[in-house]
């Protein structure tokens, strides 16, 4: 299948010129969105939107129906992996996510198996190909994976929210155990993203959640080790070009080098590090993803615009590789307008000059020294 049309957001990613810095948003499609509130009532719940692939298709393109965003991502969860190895996935109202069975005996994770994503998981790939069809060439699709260790913390713990009280108590008393479940996991993962590329998937993501609650040590044996694995096992050269890898580690900043050096195309960063900062540190080995505070979403459209602005200006003119996201979530309770107010600010504010503005005598036509004009 070619490229899509509007292949800004993967060029980015592989840090080749862009018309304009691209833009999406972490959890994109979602509750902020009253046309989503209204499926999932009529869906019954977000797991019923999730196994079926149509409902699927029609959320994940609701923010794209809104906004001009340059990037789509497919509706699911990280939380099926372990749904599919057994785990019993629920959602109980206002509590989040739980599972039935929890790993809290060594039996049961010694007998973890590694699921056939084109059994057990076939309702992700079947709307990644119908949402490949429906967008046409318009813009790419992000297929995406929890990390090994952020899957562990809810597989281990049982539920959101906690203190990790479990999952580290494994961790310092039986890190054998806990390696078994993560090389399991990562089998899981693998399998499943390499599916989600056959389905149609044209850059991945990998959601490292609760990787920067670990020590320096920890994070890499336990949490690093496992993406390299990962990145390793997939099959991203594609014959329409490469299909890019981004890595997102909540509170990742303290170990950006060793991100940047783990395999991946593009390292996403939360709102605590300084963006120039980042791109000086990684120099030219991978593009960054990020990265504006989400809670800024609630402030009046001028300081919205303002806020993206200062992002924009961290990374600076003159430099590939950006592409423009929240540090982590969009939160349920953002203004949908203010989505616009963020999109259209980012798009306008180093766009390479249309032909015709050329012609017109505006040769600078680029006030902010767009960096990536070819
Ligand atoms: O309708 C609802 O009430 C469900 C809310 C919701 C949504 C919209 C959940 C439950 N998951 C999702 C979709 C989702 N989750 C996407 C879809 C694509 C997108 O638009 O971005 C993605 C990429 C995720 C990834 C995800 N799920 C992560 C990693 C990213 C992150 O936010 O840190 C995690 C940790 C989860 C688990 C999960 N699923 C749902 C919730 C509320 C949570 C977080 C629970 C917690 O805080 O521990």
New binding site residues.
């Given amino acids: 299948m070619a490229r899509p049309r509007n292949d800004n957001f993967l060029r980015a990613l592989l840090r080749q010129p862009t018309d304009h810095t691209p833009i999406w ?7 902020y969105l009253p046309e ?2 209204a499926l ?1 009532r009529r869906a019954g ?2 797991l019923d ?2 196994r079926n692939p149509a409902l699927a298709c029609e959320v ?1 393109l609701q ?1 794209l129906a809104r906004y001009d965003l340059d990037a789509a ?7 099926t992996v372990p749904d599919a190895m057994g785990l019993g996935l629920y ?1 109980s109202e206002g509590e ?2 739980r599972f039935e069975r929890p790993l809290r005996e060594e039996r049961d994770i010694l007998r973890l198996t590694v699921p056939d994503p084109y059994d057990r998981l076939r309702y992700v790939t079947d709307a990644i190909a119908q949402v490949r069809r429906a967008l046409g060439d318009r813009v790419p699709l992000i297929g ?1 994976a ?1 990390s090994p260790y ?1 899957l562990a913390c ?1 597989m281990v713990e049982g ?3 906690s203190d990790y009280r479990h999952i580290k108590t494994l961790l310092y008393a039986r890190p054998d155990l806990l390696h078994h479940l993560l090389a399991v996991t990562s089998e899981a993962v693998t399998a499943c993203l390499n599916a989600q590329i056959e389905a149609g998937a044209q850059a991945l ?1 990998l ?1 490292d ?2 990787g920067g609650s670990l020590s320096t040590a920890a994070y890499r044996a336990f949490s690093l080790a496992y993406l390299q694995r990962i990145i390793a096992g997939l099959k991203c050269e594609q014959k329409d070009g490469r299909v890019p890898v981004i890595v ?1 580690t ?1 509170g990742g900043g303290l170990w950006l080098e060793d991100i940047a050096a783990c395999g991946c195309d593009a390292v996403s960063l939360d709102w605590t590090i300084d963006l120039g900062e980042a791109r000086r540190r990684v120099g030219d080995k991978v593009a960054l993803q990020g990265n504006l505070d989400p809670n800024v979403l609630f402030a009046p459209p001028a300081v919205v615009a303002a806020e993206a602005i200062k992002v924009l200006d961290c990374y600076g003119a003159g430099h590939t590789g950006h592409v423009f996201n929240l540090g ?2 969009i939160s ?1 309770y953002t203004p949908p307008e203010n989505i616009a107010v963020l999109v259209e600010t980012v798009h306008a504010y180093r766009r390479k000059p249309l032909l015709s503005e050329n012609k017109a005598g505006n040769p600078a036509g680029n006030p902010a020294g767009h960096p990536e004009m070819a």
């Fill in positions: 948003m972490m959890r994109q499609a979602g509750r989503y509130r999932r719940g977000f939107l999730c994940t923010p991502i497919i509706f699911s969860d990280i939380l959602f989040g996510p995406f929890g952020t809810y539920a959101s929210g993501m959601f959640t609760w997102f909540k982590h979530g349920q």
